[in-house]
């Protein structure tokens, strides 16, 4: 089913559903960010077992989070990083804030997370944004938008593939 409005995007996301995320041109480089993303709540505690399971990967898989950047520092412990918009780094998950974003949360207690602002990605902020002020949380699960061993989803119709041969039932364009 295809999805044009970021609420019912979020609503999907709090009824535990993954949302595949499609808009504008596709990222380059190994991470998903926002352009071609599935998203899902890090607040699940069996959140990477299910994604997981989604994508056809190994068990042990992490996920990444992207966090609102003005939210960053109060829910990991970034240090001198200021900002981290590739999910470049593994940052320490603060102790109080492990076990509300436990699907994204590593077993050393890191998470690989990418910073978001309006300006780099304005749609995926105000999603991020939404889920915020409904949960408090402004985080959400991301990882990359294809199942295990495929290429990035590239066109719509890669997406609309993609869903057919999982079990992905929604699909946001926002654009």
């Known amino acids: 089913m ?3 409005s970021k609420e019912e995007a979020i609503e999907k ?15 380059y480089g190994p991470r998903a960010l926002g352009n071609r993303s599935l998203l899902f709540d890090p607040r699940n505690k069996d959140g990477k077992d299910i994604v997981n399971t989604i994508k056809k990967r190994e068990w042990y898989r992490p996920f990444a989070g992207t966090v609102l950047l003005e939210h960053a520092k109060d ?7 200021k ?4 999910m470049s780094y593994a940052i320490p998950v603060k102790k109080d804030k492990k076990e509300i974003i436990s699907s994204i949360t590593h077993v050393d207690g890191t998470c690989r997370i990418q910073t978001l602002t309006k300006k780099q990605n304005s749609s995926f902020y105000d999603l991020i944004k939404l889920f915020y002020n409904k ?11 294809n199942l295990a061993g495929e290429t990035l989803v590239e066109t719509k119709e890669d997406a609309l593939d993609t869903l057919k041969r ?7 364009i926002p654009n």
Do not use: C
Not at 13 to 18: A, K
Not at 75 to 81: A, D, Q, T, V, Y
Not at 135 to 145: A, G
């Open 2 to 4: 295809i999805i044009t």
């Open 83 to 86: 900002e981290s918009p590739y």
């Open 75 to 81: 829910w990991f412990e970034m240090g001198r990083i």
């Open 13 to 27: 996301i709090l009824s535990q559903e993954i949302v595949a995320l499609f808009q504008d041109i596709s990222e």
């Open 166 to 172: 999982s079990n992905i039932n929604y699909l946001y």
């Open 135 to 145: 949960t408090q949380v402004p985080i959400l699960l991301n990882t990359s938008f």
